[in-house]
T-cell receptor, first 118, second 106 residues
């Protein structure tokens, strides 16, 4: 199992450019997440998808869109990048299922994408 | 409001000293709490979770519902423990604290 795979690892954009961050997991998890990590702010949830076909906003969704393409893949799109979106982005997946708690609720993280917007 | 608070941004200790990374939470339900760790240039990974009551790499964390705390402790810090530590609360999603950077000096 590769776990959670994110591409690209690094990206530099100019203000106003668009790009899509890709994420794929091979653990057959239902839930997938996108976070951004900023110094002093910790990890903040951008969007998540509890199951294939559903997406929900997290704490900081503005300026982003997501697509749960299938059970494996969850992409994050920046339509018009801004310098405030310079960050490290992490994708995660878990087998969390609504209404249940326990051993399946562990999140597995990708290696991260370091994005700079100039 | 659902919230996780890690009051210390940075904790510096010498090798062999005890370590306590503080975490407090706010949640009206029955909490499920985790500690995640991120070593330099590595991905975030689960360190331990309260329901399993385990000790991982010498770290333990006890849930104190009265004080709404889930502090991470280790009696003797090692240099390889230097990392970023995040406390997280599971609701319908995982809510992270802002993280504490632990530096262990030789």
């Amino acid at each position: 199992n590769a776990g959670v795979t994110q591409t690209p690892k690094f990206q530099v954009l100019k203000t106003g450019q668009s790009m899509t961050l890709q994420c794929a997991q091979d653990m057959n998890h239902n839930s997938m997440y996108w976070y951004r990590q900023d110094p002093g702010m910790g990890l903040r949830l951008i969007y998540y998808s509890a199951s294939e076909g559903t997406t929900d906003k997290g704490e900081v969704p503005n300026g982003y869109n997501v697509s749960r393409l299938n059970k494996r893949e969850f992409s994050l799109r920046l339509e018009s990048a801004a310098p405030s979106q310079t960050s490290v982005y992490f994708c995660a997946s878990s087998a969390f299922e609504t209404g249940t708690k326990g051993a399946k609720n562990i999140q597995y993280f990708g290696a991260g994408t370091r994005l700079s917007v100039l | 409001a659902q919230r996780v608070t890690q009051p210390e941004k940075l904790l510096s200790v010498f090798k062999g000293a005890p370590v306590e990374l503080k975490c407090n939470y706010s949640y009206s339900g029955s909490p499920e709490l985790f500690w995640y760790v991120q070593y330099s240039r590595q991905r975030l990974q689960l360190l331990l979770r309260h329901i399993s009551r385990e000790s991982i790499k010498g770290f333990t964390a006890d849930l104190n519902k009265g004080e709404t705390s889930f502090h991470l402790k280790k009696p003797f810090a090692q240099e390889e423990d230097s990392a970023m530590y995040y406390c997280a609360l599971l609701t319908d999603k995982l809510i992270f604290g802002t993280g504490t950077r632990l530096q262990v000096f030789p």
